[in-house]
């Protein structure tokens, strides 16, 4: 009734996206119709570009494609999500979009993906007017798949160390300490093992 009595208000809107999203959510047992939902999130956004109901709309619309966790699905999520952050690059939603993007790449085995997109999530994270602590398990994310999956050590320990920084008494605290004390092994092990490559090419050099 407010999406008709006032069709270019900004209660219409939400008063849409809220119609939209019982249809993604229907009762227990019940499955939503993909497709129609998917035009319902498009008419919002074609409707209000600029409104935040549109832009939670985009968001909503990839998520009807991660849902079934096939590959095909994924890459057309990754490709709406790709153009909300181009079209919108200060919407505060930018951060909700690259935590959908991690769900993409997870699904396409894609690991640089799975490791940029949590960064780029933390990086755009809208201030919190209450000072509340980006969660653990963020920083554990991104210091664990860029000590596996990249490789890069730097990374991995600046996010460890946010992590005892931040939660100092959280469950991951010990394994955070943990893995700092196993980088400094890492790096200890590298640098002797070129010091005695050094050494050895040096010895051969010196040889008549």
Same mark, same amino acid.
């Given at each position: 009734? $407010?999406?008709?009595? %006032?069709?270019? &208000?900004?209660?219409?809107?939400? &008063?849409?996206?809220?119609?939209? /999203?019982?249809? +993604? %959510?229907?009762?227990?047992?019940?499955?939503? %119709?993909?497709?129609?939902?998917?035009?319902?999130?498009?008419?919002?956004?074609?409707?209000?570009?600029?409104?935040?109901?549109? +832009?939670?709309?985009?968001?909503?619309?990839?998520?009807?494609?991660?849902?079934? #966790? /096939?590959?095909?699905?994924?890459?057309?999520?990754?490709?709406?999500?790709?153009?909300?952050?181009?079209? +919108?690059?200060?919407?505060?939603?930018?951060?909700?979009?690259?935590?959908?993007?991690?769900?993409?790449?997870?699904?396409?085995?894609?690991?640089?993906? #799975?490791?940029?997109?949590?960064?780029?999530?933390?990086?755009?994270?809208?201030?919190?007017?209450?000072? $509340?602590? $980006? &969660?653990?398990?963020?920083?554990?994310? $991104?210091? &664990?798949?860029?000590?596996?999956?990249?490789?890069?050590?730097?990374?991995?320990?600046?996010?460890?160390?946010?992590?005892?920084?931040?939660?100092?008494?959280?469950?991951?605290?010990?394994?955070?300490? #943990?893995?700092?004390?196993?980088?400094?092994?890492?790096?200890?092990?590298? /640098?002797?093992?070129?010091?005695?490559?050094? #050494?050895?090419?040096?010895?051969?050099?010196?040889?008549?």
């Amino acid at each position: 009734e $407010v999406a008709e009595r %006032n069709p270019d &208000s900004p209660w219409a809107a939400w &008063s849409m996206l809220a119609l939209a /999203r019982m249809d +993604h %959510n229907p009762p227990i047992g019940q499955e939503p %119709n993909l497709e129609t939902l998917r035009a319902s999130y498009q008419r919002i956004m074609d409707r209000f570009p600029d409104h935040p109901a549109a +832009h939670e709309a985009a968001l909503f619309q990839a998520l009807t494609y991660l849902r079934s #966790q /096939r590959e095909a699905d994924a890459r057309q999520a990754e490709e709406l999500l790709w153009a909300f952050l181009e079209a +919108h690059p200060d919407s505060d939603y930018e951060s909700l979009a690259y935590f959908l993007l991690f769900e993409a790449a997870r699904i396409l085995r894609d690991p640089e993906a #799975q490791i940029l997109a949590p960064i780029r999530r933390l990086e755009t994270l809208p201030e919190d007017p209450y000072g $509340v602590a $980006v &969660s653990s398990q963020d920083y554990w994310r $991104v210091a &664990s798949m860029a000590e596996f999956e990249l490789g890069d050590l730097d990374l991995a320990r600046e996010h460890y160390q946010k992590l005892l920084d931040e939660h100092p008494t959280d469950l991951l605290a010990f394994a955070s300490e #943990q893995a700092l004390k196993r980088l400094d092994e890492v790096e200890r092990e590298a /640098r002797e093992r070129v010091l005695r490559e050094r #050494q050895a090419q040096a010895g051969r050099e010196e040889m008549p």
